[in-house]
């Protein structure tokens, strides 16, 4: 069996992959995130992932910061929409440090105000990086838009406003809401039995109380198209065309995921790097992203160009979605759009650690992980017809957003 499964007594669950190697991955993966925030909460997701590294009730911040490093181990965490993961990398026998330093943080960690005033000046340097990269920075602004009157709809690291009224207790209200036992899955992956992992996320998760999650995230509310231009003042335009698109648990999901792939997936021989960048010189960076998340999820397209090349680009590219929702790909190209994706996946999955996360999120999300082999199946399994349907339904009416 790929993958060993458990749940603790408190509803902590819990995955364990044995591979062969002197290196283990371990994360807490946890079903909370900037979707979560009230209104007056924008960022304190974001704020609290950072708070974790500032002391627990066993640690000063310098001693968990130094634990693993020390070790020549890492820890770090990151949060997005809907997931906040605290993950670590150590040598195989120090596996059960990791695992403990993990529980300490997540469920004792003190928010010391000193410490906290000292870590909104490094969240605010964050935000500021971030304005400078108008790259970075319009995927918000669609995201903004598209969701709008979501939760969904807004900036996962907050504004530096609300950013200054936050304090422990904000953060310790926020955890309380969110950050419960039943939407918690400690993933692990090393060259140890699943008994051997079991017993250790049993010793340093098993103590904490029992915590059910009491509300439900609601689903946003139907967008119209939109075509948006914002004026940046920028040395280049750039653009995202999308829309909305299938959630996690969509069936569509993976077709979906295959025709982004095609469209503009990191390939050199992707359709827009092909037609728009190789064939036309127009832009140095495009590329086609699907997210998907639990009720929803966003198709963006995505490329940057010299202000007269942008109508030239967009021109191209709705060309290319054109084709998509209307000429089904012939069986040889099909063949090698699947043999293409097939492979970039079994090339990611050589990555311990993100085979580890994925496989954490996957139990946190549909409560069962597949493996390889039936992902594979399951690719090799589309037809041509169903992805000129996806094409059909979510490339048909898309939305615009430049800055220029």
Known sequence: MEFHTYTLPNGIRG????????????????????????????????????????????????????????????????????????????LRGDFAKAAELIADIAFRSTFPEREL???????????????????????DTFEDLLFEGSELGHNILGRK???????GDSIRTFLAR???????????????S?????????????????SVHRFERVAPAPCSPFDRSVTKHTHQVHCIIGSRAYGIAEERRLPLALLCNILGGPCANSLLNVVVRERHGLSYNIEASYTPYGDTGIVAIYFSSDHGNAEQCI??????????????LTARRLSMAKKQFIAQLAISSESNESYMLGAGKSLLTHDE????????????ALTARQLTEVAEEVFSDMSRLIYK
């Open 15 to 90: 995955i364990h992959r044995q591979v062969k190697g002197s290196v283990a991955h371990c994360a807490l993966v946890i079903g909370a995130g900037s979707r979560d925030e009230h209104p007056g909460e924008f960022g304190l997701a974001h704020f609290a992932e950072h708070a974790f590294f500032k002391g627990t009730a066993r640690r000063k911040a310098w001693q968990v910061n130094c634990r693993l490093e020390n070790l020549g181990g890492e820890l770090n965490a990151f949060t997005t929409k809907e997931d906040t993961t605290i993950h670590a990398t150590t």
């Open 117 to 139: 005033e000292r870590e909104k000046e490094v969240i605010v340097d964050e935000i500021n990086t971030y304005k400078d990269s108008p790259a970075d920075l319009i995927y």
């Open 161 to 167: 406003a609300a950013l200054a009224r936050y304090n």
């Open 178 to 192: 969110t950050h419960t036992t039943d939407r918690m899955v400690f993933s692990s992956i090393g060259n140890f």
């Open 194 to 210: 699943p008994r051997a992992a079991e017993a250790v996320a049993a010793r340093f998760f098993g103590a904490q109380e029992a």
């Open 315 to 328: 021109e191209l590219i709705e060309g290319e979605l054109r084709k998509l929702r209307t000429a089904p």
């Open 369 to 380: 992980v597949d493996t390889m082999e039936q992902v594979y199946a399951k690719i090799q």
